[in-house]
């Protein structure tokens, strides 16, 4: 769908050149407009395997902010797909549920309860039979067809190395969600990977991850939540702002945000020299509902 190559760009932070650690930011967020991100490359697979099967549609989860449901709801709208959205907690209005609901997404509130029932093992059996002619996909995108869609991006930046004047990288840093990118990235080799987990604890991001690439894979999760779910603090939007002056690239709170703090809280960690490859995972739509940061 996109034939375009993300560019991979050097990342100018005062911090960084200080500490003698390369960065160059992979901006996925450029892709597109509306399917932005990662979102897309965990999608791909997802929407073949819907293809395969005769599938007239998906069905997924997300939150009232959700950068997947966006990115699903957009692609079914683009390329004429049914999809239906189960969504966490009361409705309510908010500018990623306008989209959803102008993108003609179907959507049904679960409350929070319900949505925490999503792991359980027989969740999906009622949805099924009420759109069997739809596929149902795991909440970001995720299960073993996301992080195949994910491995992509390991070529997306080799062929892009020679530019930056770079043989080789020795690790990817980004923030996880659910874990897909990650377990892609570490399925696709080539580099350690590094994940900013922008949620707490108890989100089964280690046992999503864990089931996705076995005990094998070489990646360090690192906590990025700032203390909660979707937490946002007055140190995270001021440090967000001055790296997006400074750099010309543009974040948000959630993920990006959190990740690029998060690295620099952890910088000690990488002798000078050290290359390091940043996902920009997208999720800008989702700002638009973040006070003092649209």
């Known amino acids: ?33 509306l399917i932005s991100g990662n979102k897309w490359y965990k ?74 029932q999503r792991h359980d093992p027989g969740f999906w059996a009622p949805w099924q039979a009420r759109y069997p002619h739809l596929l149902a996909v795991p909440e970001g995108g995720g299960a073993e067809a996301g992080a195949r869609g994910c491995q992509v991006l390991l070529d997306l930046v080799r062929g892009q190395l020679p530019a930056l004047g770079w043989d080789g990288f020795d690790g990817w840093w980004l923030a996880v969600g659910t ?61 967000m702002l001055a790296a997006e002056a400074e750099s010309g690239v543009p974040l948000e709170p959630l993920y990006t945000g959190k990740a690029l703090l998060t690295l620099r809280h952890n910088l000690h960690r990488f002798a000078p020299g050290t290359r390091l490859v940043f996902v920009h995972t997208g999720g800008l739509q989702g700002r638009r509902a973040m006070p003092g940061c649209r």
């Open 179 to 239: 874990g897909t990118t990650l377990a892609g990235l570490v399925l696709a080799g080539g580099a350690p990977v590094y994940g900013a987990m922008a949620v707490p604890e108890g989100h089964g991001v280690a046992e999503n991850i864990s089931a996705l690439v076995g005990k094998a894979g070489d990646y360090e999760l690192v906590d990025a939540s700032r203390g909660g779910f979707a937490r946002v603090d007055d140190e995270l939007l001021e440090f």
């Open 43 to 116: 999608l791909s697979e997802h929407l073949h395997h819907m293809e395969a099967l005769g599938a007239s549609g998906v069905m997924s989860l997300g939150g009232a902010h959700s950068n997947h449901l966006h990115a699903l709801a957009a692609a079914g709208h683009r390329l004429g797909f049914e999809t239906v959205g189960l969504l966490r907690g009361h409705p309510q209005v908010t500018p990623t549920v306008t989209d959803l609901q102008a993108f003609g997404m179907a959507l049904h509130w679960l409350g929070y309860g319900g949505y925490r």
């Open 1 to 33: 769908m996109f034939t375009a190559v993300p560019p991979l760009q050097p990342l100018a932070l005062g911090w960084l050149s200080a500490a003698c650690v390369q960065v160059a930011v992979l901006r996925l967020d450029l892709i597109d407009p």
